[in-house]
Structure formats: structure tokens, C-alpha cells
């Protein structure tokens, strides 16, 4: 199993800059391929917003290309999301998740934390 506590959300007001955090632990902590973030906004479904693998690949949603930076420490159990230039239409709940394979394939996520950009 994996736990996943998210960190760093928010106000902000437009312009500015959010860190989030997610630390990953468990007994199939070391199994982790992706980690990730998405986000979900009042009334809307929840959206991938960056993806990073095991290796260090990253992928982000076009939205936020450009402004959002997702890394990984070292040992692959924290992830980050460094948002700038945060715009009103960020605002969500954000969300960390994180892709286990094992024998069979595991998906787990975390409480989620909340990110509201003030115009």
C-alpha cells in the first residue's frame, strides 16, 4: 500500500507562486513508477496537470506549460509542482497520485489541497 500526504496549497493572487508537496509512504513505496498531480475545479472532472516517470520524464497539460515545474527527489517518494505565474483559472483542489506495478498495477491518491488564486 502507499500513502500520499499533499502539502503547500493555498491564496495566492494572480501572478503569484504556490510550492506543493506530496510525500509517498508504504510498504510498496519503492515500487512507484509515475507520480503525478491533477486537479479538479467546482463542477468540472479531474484533469491530469503533470506527470513525472521513474526516470525523470515529464509531461504537462498545455494549460500550464510554461508556468508549472513537477520534479521528483531523489529517492522517488516526494514529488513537486512548482506553479508561477498562477492564474485565477488554477484554482482546484490538487491532487497527488501516484502508479505502483508490482505483480499487478496499483493507482493511489491523496487527500487532495485546495489552491485558490485571487484575481
Known amino acids: 500500500q502507499v500513502q500520499l500526504v499533499e502539502s503547500g496549497g493555498g491564496l495566492v493572487q494572480a501572478g503569484g507562486s504556490l510550492r506543493l508537496s506530496c510525500a509517498a509512504s508504504?510498504?510498496?513505496?519503492?515500487?512507484?513508477?509515475?507520480m503525478g498531480w491533477y486537479r479538479q475545479a467546482p463542477g468540472k472532472q479531474r484533469d491530469l496537470v503533470a506527470v513525472?516517470?521513474?526516470?525523470?520524464?515529464?509531461n504537462y497539460a498545455d494549460s500550464v506549460k510554461g508556468r508549472f515545474t513537477i520534479s521528483r527527489d531523489n529517492a522517488g517518494n516526494t514529488v513537486y509542482l512548482q506553479m508561477n505565474s498562477l492564474k485565477p483559472e488554477d484554482t482546484a483542489v490538487y491532487y497527488c497520485?501516484?502508479?505502483?506495478?508490482?505483480?499487478?498495477?496499483?493507482?493511489?491518491w491523496g487527500q487532495g489541497t485546495q489552491v485558490t488564486v485571487s484575481s
Open positions: 508504504g510498504s510498496f513505496v519503492h515500487s512507484i513508477k509515475n
Open positions: 497520485n501516484a502508479d505502483v506495478l508490482r505483480t499487478l498495477r496499483y493507482n493511489y
Open positions: 513525472i516517470t521513474s526516470g525523470g520524464s515529464t
